[in-house]
């Protein structure tokens, strides 16, 4: 994927300003798809970006400062993936209880095309630290991800001791059977790709639930798939050696769904 530019607070970046997402491993971001110049779900962006905010760093995001660097790295194109890095370049590390001003970084790069086929999941007991947080601690995240494919699988799905189903790498999870979706109960990142959808399921009056989901229930449901903002729908073929059904009818439906959010200009 080429990086088409990198702004820091809405100037060009220069590599000094870059010296500290290097050398201190903190703090938080977002992905969005831009799609004919807007973004779905923004405002759910900047929702996370905000609170996310205020968690980390003690300070408040401004969310009309954030939308003007976004349309300035846009720059009028149509199609792009942007990344939103907050971090601090006045963060002390030994002082992080004092709250500091954040800088925004906006990477935007070429839309990633992106393969629709089913995955095969294998599932780790793991949770993710903060997992309400999309933070930049992402390490385990493709490390797990890795293990999975060296076992011969394409991705990996957490669950604890239990095996409470939470999330996957960088996605949530839903599961699919006649009455509508289920999503899983438990510690996970509120992805902006699963609040599209269940809003999308509600306005089409399609039934979908909470609750907690363990890997010895996977029999009851006939289908899964997962989501995330460059994503949205992309079905899961088996997890572990159950194996699901891959119903076009449902996904195509599951696409409507999603696509009943209107695009955000920025």
Same mark, same amino acid.
């Given at each position: 994927?080429?990086?088409?530019?990198?702004?820091?607070?809405?100037?060009?970046?220069?590599?000094?300003?870059?010296?500290?997402?290097?050398?201190?491993? &903190?703090?938080?971001?977002?992905?969005?798809?831009?799609?004919?110049?807007?973004? !779905?779900?923004? #405002?759910?962006?900047?929702?996370?970006?905000?609170?996310?905010?205020?968690?980390?760093?003690?300070?408040?995001?401004?969310?009309?400062?954030? !939308?003007?660097?976004?349309? %300035?790295?846009?720059?009028?194109?149509? #199609?792009?993936?942007?990344?939103?890095?907050?971090?601090?370049?006045?963060?002390? @590390?030994?002082?992080?209880?004092?709250?500091?001003?954040?800088? /925004?970084?906006?990477?935007?790069? /070429?839309?990633?095309?992106?393969?629709?086929?089913?995955?095969?999941? =294998?599932?780790?007991? &793991?949770?993710?630290?903060?997992?309400?947080? =999309?933070?930049?601690?992402?390490?385990?995240?493709?490390?797990? !991800?890795?293990?999975?494919?060296?076992?011969?699988?394409?991705?990996?799905?957490?669950?604890?001791?239990?095996?409470?189903?939470?999330?996957?790498?960088?996605?949530?999870?839903?599961?699919?059977?006649?009455?509508?979706?289920?999503?899983?109960?438990?510690?996970?990142?509120?992805?902006?790709?699963?609040?599209?959808?269940?809003?999308?399921?509600? @306005?089409?009056?399609?039934?979908?639930?909470?609750? /907690?989901? %363990?890997? %010895? #229930?996977?029999?009851?449901?006939?289908?899964?798939?997962?989501?995330?903002?460059?994503?949205?729908?992309?079905?899961?073929?088996?997890?572990?050696?159950?194996?699901?059904?891959?119903?076009?009818?449902?996904?195509? =439906?599951?696409?409507?769904? &999603?696509?009943?959010?209107?695009?955000?200009?920025?």
């Amino acid at each position: 994927m080429s990086v088409s530019r990198i702004e820091l607070n809405g100037a060009a970046a220069s590599v000094d300003d870059l010296r500290h997402l290097i050398l201190t491993n &903190y703090g938080h971001f977002t992905a969005m798809r831009v799609e004919e110049g807007g973004v !779905r779900g923004l #405002e759910l962006h900047l929702d996370r970006l905000v609170a996310a905010t205020h968690e980390l760093f003690g300070t408040a995001l401004d969310r009309d400062t954030v !939308r003007g660097h976004l349309r %300035h790295a846009i720059a009028g194109e149509r #199609e792009l993936s942007l990344r939103v890095n907050v971090f601090s370049r006045a963060l002390d @590390r030994d002082s992080l209880a004092r709250g500091v001003a954040a800088d /925004v970084l906006v990477i935007a790069s /070429v839309a990633r095309s992106t393969t629709r086929a089913a995955l095969r999941l =294998k599932s780790f007991d &793991y949770a993710r630290d903060a997992a309400a947080l =999309k933070h930049v601690g992402t390490f385990p995240l493709f490390h797990h !991800r890795r293990l999975a494919q060296l076992a011969g699988f394409d991705d990996a799905l957490f669950a604890d001791e239990s095996g409470r189903i939470s999330e996957g790498s960088i996605w949530n999870i839903g599961f699919i059977d006649d009455r509508g979706v289920t999503w899983p109960q438990a510690p996970q990142l509120a992805g902006t790709g699963m609040q599209l959808l269940q809003a999308g399921l509600r @306005r089409e009056g399609i039934a979908s639930a909470t609750r /907690v989901i %363990h890997l %010895h #229930e996977l029999s009851t449901f006939r289908g899964a798939f997962f989501t995330n903002a460059s994503v949205p729908v992309r079905p899961i073929a088996s997890i572990d050696e159950h194996r699901f059904d891959v119903d076009a009818a449902w996904f195509a =439906k599951l696409t409507r769904c &999603y696509e009943s959010n209107p695009v955000q200009l920025v």
